[in-house]
């Protein structure tokens, strides 16, 4: 089996004031084993939701997860209880966030929290557990790494944060690591680093890597395949090679077309120059979600939703342009 992970039909919703709001809806996509996937769009496109509700993460109430099956090595997640799936994060599959200051205890030392998976799915005594860090602090690159066990977390640079935790989130050897922009908040320098210690390890243990990002550059670097998400749903799915040779979405158009040069800044701001702003989830246009913006729209856009359609060699893409049958149906 090389498929690691494989979603079907993924939908999140969230109870608000003025009913429910469908937040994902229908998303499907698979991993194979060591392969680095993106999850690329907007924000408020409905990729950090994903991947909590992958992970078990939403909270509920106001949120309801259902899916067909989110399949991990066998497993189906989606008809596991609250205990069962505890035991699976950290464990099988974990979680990086943007901002480690955010996520880290700040009145915990960095190897009482890195070591905390260890601790909750082991039975490593103590000193095995410091041991085990100081490994992981080595292996991703944290400089004087035993100079760094005790410390809180307010002591460490921005950089050695995310790199503790990676480490973190690897510390038990999961089969996923799902990395929500774990980047976004570091300078270029770091940046780069971190990316590349992230791909030294799936080179090395075969981690695999779900990689949520607002930055086609990102994906560029990275990915072996692409999901695009916009307003919820996949909008376009390519191995990463088609996805920059032949865009097929008008929006993955946009995005590209939005790619800084190496000179300019990333920022999220810059997915701007495509016109107007992602929809209102809770009152989406009718037709394709992306029409208000597209400058190929054609009457039907407006009346009827896409598909996500096969356009070969398991490129796809959500857009009336390429379904031509439906189009006429
Ligand atoms: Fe544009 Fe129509 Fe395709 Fe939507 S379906 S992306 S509006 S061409
Ligand atoms: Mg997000």
Same mark, same amino acid.
């Given at each position: ?6 979603? +079907? ?17 229908g998303?499907?996509?698979?991993? @194979?084993r *060591?392969?680095?996937v @993106?999850?690329?769009? $907007? ?16 909270p ?14 066998? &497993? ?14 950290g464990?099988e599959?974990?979680m990086?966030?943007? $901002? ?14 890195? *070591?905390?998976p260890?601790?909750? !799915?082991? @039975?490593?005594?103590k000193?095995?557990?410091? $041991?085990?860090?100081? /490994?992981?602090?080595? &292996? ?8 760094r066990?005790?410390?809180y977390?307010? /002591? ?16 038990? $050897?999961? %089969? ?7 980047t &976004? ?7 780069a680093?971190i990316?590349?210690?992230?791909m030294?390890?799936r080179d090395?243990a ?7 990002t ?18 919820? /749903?996949?909008v376009e /799915? ?7 040779d032949?865009?097929?979405h ?6 590209l077309?939005?790619?800084? %040069? ?7 701001? +810059? ?5 107007g ?5 809770a009152?989406?246009?009718a037709?394709c979600?992306? !029409?208000p ?18 356009l070969?060699?398991g !490129?796809?893409a959500?857009?009336?342009? !390429?379904?031509k049958?439906?189009? %006429?149906?």
């Amino acid at each position: 089996r090389d498929k690691l992970l494989s979603v +079907r039909n993924l939908r999140t919703e969230f109870k608000t004031q003025n009913g429910p709001v469908r937040v994902v809806d229908g998303v499907s996509f698979d991993v @194979g084993r *060591g392969r680095i996937v @993106g999850l690329v769009g $907007e924000s408020g496109s409905g990729k950090s939701i994903t991947a909590l509700s992958l992970m078990g993460l939403v909270p509920s109430p106001p949120g309801t997860v259902s899916a067909d099956s989110i399949i991990l090595d066998g &497993t189906d997640l989606a008809r596991l209880n609250g205990d069962e799936m505890r035991r699976k994060r950290g464990r099988e599959v974990s979680m990086v966030f943007q $901002e480690p200051m955010t996520s880290l205890n700040p009145v915990k030392t960095m190897v009482q929290q890195v *070591g905390e998976p260890l601790a909750i !799915h082991t @039975g490593l005594n103590k000193r095995a557990i410091r $041991e085990k860090v100081l /490994q992981m602090f080595e &292996t991703v690159g944290i400089p004087e790494p035993k100079a760094r066990l005790d410390v809180y977390p307010h /002591q460490l640079s921005g950089g050695l944060r995310q790199r503790a935790m990676i480490a973190m989130g690897l510390i038990c $050897e999961p %089969k996923l690591l799902i990395a929500d922009e774990p980047t &976004t908040a570091l300078d270029v320098t770091t940046q780069a680093q971190i990316l590349r210690l992230m791909m030294a390890l799936r080179d090395r243990a075969g981690t695999a890597i779900i990689m949520i990002t607002h930055d086609l550059g990102i994906i560029a670097e990275m990915c072996d395949e692409v999901n695009v998400m916009y307003a919820g /749903q996949i909008v376009e /799915q390519a191995n990463v090679f088609d996805l920059f040779d032949r865009p097929s979405h008008p929006y993955t158009r946009g995005l590209l077309a939005s790619i800084p %040069k190496a000179t300019e800044k990333r920022t999220a701001e +810059r997915l701007n120059s495509i016109p107007g702003v992602v929809p209102n989830l809770a009152k989406l246009p009718a037709g394709c979600r992306f !029409h208000p913006r597209c400058g190929d729209a054609m009457p039907i856009c407006k009346l009827k939703q896409p598909e996500l359609t096969d356009l070969g060699n398991g !490129h796809k893409a959500r857009c009336w342009l !390429h379904d031509k049958e439906g189009a %006429k149906a």
